[in-house]
């Protein structure tokens, strides 16, 4: 009974150190959207202003195609950005792991008690873990665990579990780079290269 109280605790922590990281993947996609759609709003608003630059001789039909496209593109990506709703995910991901961390701070109070175990305890913390699951209806990212467990090994300086070490050198790359913040760094940059295509290329024949 009381190992499996202890695996109990260990499920709680290992689920809140998931969401912990669930959290700061949601806040990192929530600044990398505003900025991109700040960003991509003012690169339409200089591919237009370049227009009145005559040295340049840009072409004023791709010029107009450009900026309109952009400004369509930049409506549906917010759309999406608020459907997606990364501050509100945020929030819930970080009150969950707050409340499983909570339960597993009870359940390490209680083994440090020395009361004795029943089959009723077990299924009052089972019941109360599933109880928070059920309560905030997400889920983190397999990405999510395996960092979260990973990043706490390193940072004791043990051997994680359920990580392929073979592997580690992919989940460095994927969580730094390969992450869901990335795609809106990249849009950002497009932009920019956008501008410096129409400037070399925009010229009439």
Known sequence: MNEMLNKMAERCWKTAIARF??????KRCHNASTLCIAMVSLEIIVINLLIFIKQLELNEVIITITTVGLSMFVLVLSLIVSHLKYEKREEQYHECGLELSNLERDIKIYLTCGTEISHETLKYYNDQYNSILQKWNLNHSDTDFEWAIYKNGKLHKETPEN??????TFLEVKWHILRSDSIYHLITALG???IILIIAYSRPV
């Open 163 to 168: 990580v392929n070490w073979r592997r580690n």
């Open 192 to 194: 920019f290269i956008a």
């Open 21 to 26: 990281e669930s959290a700061r993947r949601m």
